[in-house]
């Protein structure tokens, strides 16, 4: 796990590629890889390369970066971890290949020489590289399959800049800092800028499954190298039908994903909310070692410290070695303005913030590689959201969708409209299904239609083409409609599975939407400030191509969520943890911006501030607030980091 940045001149006329310029980006970098740093420089190729790295597989010399092959005729800048390095290794080892260290970045230098590019369809991890041919001329930058590690790129002045984070793209003197309406837009709501975007022009996002390739005439193209929807016989759907069968391979997979996330040269720890997922992590991890350490977090001024019991009673059920740390809101608040750095762009998940404590918390006693339950809520069916959108889907949506004349709909739509103006939400539903338009959006929507038209009242309805985006997803529509993005992803679906039901239809647009760019983000930029690495279980690709195929009813039966994880559970986990009411990952945003304290007064002199092209409209959606029904913390905190981009 490491941070990595650098550029390419792709103009015919060539500059001096600037070693200050490139100290400056992985210096930006430095929290990702507290272990060491590195730069290189190439005239010739018109490349700079930095590096930062965090020991984890062969913790010597030999595995510092950029690394080049004995013949230097290949680099790589690599962050992330290759669980099948091993395996890798001595294929190519049985091939002709020396090695010179034992890191997992040397498979695949030597991986790349021997199949090309189509080394990533044979690297089972999470990873973010660049991988430069000197023969060949050519660059590819390539992002996992699930999205676990980021990776954003820039194209100004025809020079492609590219990093780990943003902030070291803005060390390139040719970048420009300026917010983009459409990405603003879609950030209100999705509470993440959806790739391909950022909140910043012309600074995008690869999305995962992704690679960029600049060939020897510099020319720019993306490729989709991996998607997670498989064709499978009809044979096979016949086993999906079988409970027993998923239960099975589930669980073997479960197993194998976790024996994968242990490879490591340093201990291995695992954060604990007592939670179902993090316990079952817990559970196979302390299989395979003896000496686990396991870290919870708590608010010490709110009931959420209660959950400390059932963190507790797990460590001591598998006998781990166990930490916590309580934080105040105070604690909170002054870590705020950190968050806001470490992130980039706005990501409006207040568990960013408990989650940077916790990963604290596990770096302070000696831990750089901890295992995390991100992936099992959207895999398993775990959130109550899903539940009700399920529920509405199969009794209302989908009958009258397929039974009911546009023209009925449409005049109960006008009918019920007036009565809906003070809930916005119901408004849009209605108007969606009037339309025929997708229930189901994404597993975090802060705003819709009705409170965005409050918000960007002084943005201009017109919007400026983006060719990169459109040669990353061709034929998506730029513009101020976050339907786009559904529609988009719903169309690519239909292509590849035009059979999908419904939480399959979900499933995909979390993998391609909220999960990358949200969920595992926030995980990265928290875990990697403090120079820690997050490992996600649950998000085996094979695990995760399996899930696909399991069909809704499986993973929502008799009413119960995580109806499949809770089977497999038992006898593993206490009955009590398994049956308990679910308590998310959170933070209390309620409180904090409902209440008299610090963050309310802070958040209102970010509101007067004029950083960002929103300013001014705060005092309006601060009266729709009051005149209002409905509790608006998640939107207010979805504003307030995007009026905190400095």
């Not at 020897?216 to 409970?243: D, G, M, Q, V």
């Not at 009411?581 to 904090?592: D, E, M, N, Q």
Request: aromatic share 14%.
């Amino acid at each position: 796990m490491c941070g990595l940045a650098g550029y390419l001149n792709l103009n015919e006329k060539q500059i001096k590629i600037d070693e200050q310029i490139l100290d400056g980006m992985q210096r930006a970098i430095a929290h990702r890889g507290p272990d060491g740093g590195r730069i290189w420089a190439s005239d010739k190729h018109q490349l700079g390369l930095a590096y930062r790295r965090l020991s984890i597989i062969d913790l010597s010399d030999a595995g510092m970066q950029p690394m080049f092959d004995k013949q230097r005729s290949v680099v790589v800048c690599f962050n992330g971890e290759i669980y099948n390095y091993k395996e890798l290794r001595s294929t190519l080892e049985n091939i002709g290949y020396q090695f010179f260290s034992t890191s997992d970045t040397e498979t695949i230098l030597y991986g790349y020489k021997e199949w090309g590019i189509d080394v990533i369809h044979r690297l089972v991890g999470m990873f973010a590289f660049s991988i430069y041919d000197f023969e060949k001329r050519e660059l590819y930058l390539i992002r996992d399959r699930i999205g676990v590690k980021p990776l954003y790129f820039t194209l100004q002045n025809n020079i492609l800049g590219f990093a780990s984070e943003i902030k070291a793209l803005w060390h390139l003197p040719w970048t420009h800092k300026e917010i983009s309406p459409v990405a603003a837009y879609h950030y209100l709501t999705f509470m993440v800028t959806p790739a391909p975007y950022t909140i910043f022009k012309e600074i995008y996002k690869l999305p995962a499954g992704f690679y960029l390739k600049i060939d020897r005439k510099k020319k720019l193209s993306f490729c989709e190298w991996y998607n997670p929807i498989k064709k499978i016989s009809a044979t096979e759907k016949k086993e999906f039908e079988s409970e027993q069968f998923c239960l099975e391979n589930i669980k073997n997979l479960l197993i194998e994903s976790t024996k994968k996330r242990m490879v490591s040269d340093v201990p291995v720890g695992a954060f604990l909310s007592g939670g179902i997922d993090s316990s079952l992590n817990v559970a196979l991890m302390s299989q395979l070692t003896s000496k686990l350490k396991t870290f919870t977090v708590a608010f010490s001024d709110g009931p959420e410290s209660n959950e400390l019991k059932w963190a507790r009673m797990i460590a001591q059920k598998f006998g781990t070695q166990h930490h916590e740390i309580t934080i105040s809101e105070t604690e909170a608040f002054s870590f705020y303005e950190k968050m806001v750095y470490h992130l980039d762009e706005p990501l409006a998940d207040c568990v960013c913030i408990p989650f940077y404590y916790v990963a604290k918390l596990a770096r302070d006693n000696g831990i750089k590689v901890a295992q995390v339950g991100e992936g099992s809520d959207e895999l398993f069916f775990g959130y109550e959201l899903y539940a009700n959108y399920k529920k509405m889907y199969d009794n209302f949506w989908a009958p009258t969708q397929k039974f009911m004349p546009s023209f009925m709909r449409s005049g109960i739509k006008n009918i019920f409209s007036p009565f809906l103006n003070n809930n916005p939400t119901k408004l849009d539903l209605i108007q969606n299904w009037a339309e025929q338009k997708p229930l189901f959006w994404g597993g975090a929507i802060a705003f819709n239609e009705q409170h965005k038209k409050i918000i960007l009242s002084d943005v201009h309805t017109s919007i400026e083409f983006d060719p990169i985006v459109q040669q990353i997803y061709p034929g998506m529509r730029q513009e101020l409609n976050s339907l786009s993005i559904v529609d988009y992803h719903m169309s690519k679906l239909k292509e590849l599975d035009p059979e999908a039901d419904f939480c399959k239809q979900m499933l995909y647009l979390e993998l391609k939407q909220r999960l990358p760019e949200l969920l595992l983000m926030r995980a990265d930029k928290m875990s990697m400030a403090q120079g820690l690495e997050a490992r996600e279980p649950f998000l085996d690709h094979k695990l995760v191509e399996f899930m696909m195929h399991v069909h809704g009813d499986l993973k929502f039966k008799n009413g119960i969520k995580k109806y499949l994880l809770k089977k497999i559970c038992r006898g593993i986990l206490p009955d009590s943890v398994i049956d308990r009411k679910k308590v998310g990952f959170s933070a209390p945003t309620f409180r904090w911006l409902n209440g008299e304290k610090l963050f309310p007064a802070y958040f209102q002199a970010l509101s007067r501030s004029q950083n960002t092209f929103l300013s001014g409209n705060f005092s309006d959606l601060e009266k729709f607030y009051k005149n209002n029904i409905y509790n608006f913390a998640v939107q207010k905190w979805v504003l307030q980091n995007l009026w905190a981009i400095k």
